[in-house]
DNA sequence: ACAGTGAGTTCAGATTTCAAACTCTATGGA
DNA sequence: TCCATAGAGTTTGAAATCTGAACTCACTGT
């Protein structure tokens, strides 16, 4: 088989997995939203930039707003979709402070007071969604667990599913 | 200037995000911790799986487990710090099983129960993470949310990071 | 002895990326 | 009017990366 396993990861990376991309989506969360100023402060050679932009444009991830008639000129906001990318920045944001970082460059005060450390949790019962508790189930034809090693036993895939 | 901004999600990326990377980690997650079987299950050419192994093994977030001596095999296995990534791929999922695919690929049963639909919440306080909730705060020198737009009024840019 | 497997490596060609220079429209000042 | 500057790209040619196929090397199983 050479077709590569369906995945919703796999597509969102599609959409937001080429290089620059989350970043670009970064700065219109720091509410840099023209052109210029993202090229500055991400780093990325224009050219990229605009094909980007308008990638995540016709993703519907971002929208073109005009600000200037003549010429004509944009900023780029984010749609609903878009913000709800939110949470894969936090969690890349965190990573990083935790493993990379001596001092975070940015740290961000949440509502109640503290500054964040967020955890992915499961909506329906708030326990965290931690490798050992997600059991994964596919529902495309022929994709299991393990691949290619289709004939472990169930709970030994269990067990490497969790990383150990 | 021409430096680009101080981040952790760029440091991040500069581990995770190269075209491939996630994906791998992808696969480890389910279980699938050798060369051939991930090379068929991403799709990926086999040098560039190469390059990307070696560059996780190098980042520490995977580690080579030899599984047999002669000839020399290796299995790919979770590091603690690669463990900790599992929040990325999981908001990833998430937004593709909501904005990309009518009938999601794989789904995760909790250990309560349901079918998984995580969020992002604030560890101290319980309350979900959203862009309202947050407010950058600065620790690198000479960067404000708004970049270029330093004149912006703090109000102004609280408005504009929260995406409206 | 011979086919098959696992994990790469090598190679030529296609595709992207990069940084700098250039374009086009418009604005502000001397 | 003339000149300089700004914003948002586009163009360019060289450098880096990615791709798929073929090849290597060390075994194993029959």
């Given at each position: 088989m050479t077709t590569p396993r369906p995945c919703s990861i796999a597509d969102t990376l599609s959409v937001v997995g080429e290089k620059y991309s989350l970043l670009v989506l970064r700065e219109v969360f720091f509410g840099v939203r023209r052109f210029n100023d993202m090229a500055r402060n991400i780093g990325a050679p224009r050219d990229v930039l605009t094909a980007r932009l308008h990638h995540l444009v016709e993703a519907g991830v971002l929208e073109k707003i005009p600000y200037n008639e003549r010429p004509p000129r944009f900023e780029y906001g984010l749609t609903t979709a878009g913000r709800e990318l939110q949470p894969v920045l936090l969690t890349l944001l965190q990573w990083g402070d935790r493993h990379l970082a001596d001092r975070p460059p940015v740290v961000f005060e949440h509502s109640c007071g503290t500054d964040l450390d967020s955890i992915v949790v499961?909506?329906?019962?708030?326990a965290e969604a931690t490798p050992a508790s997600l059991t994964p189930r596919f529902q495309a034809q022929g994709w299991n667990a393990a691949g290619a090693a289709e004939l472990r036993a169930a709970e030994e895939i269990r067990t490497f599913y969790r990383g150990e």
């Open positions: 499961c909506r329906h019962c708030g």
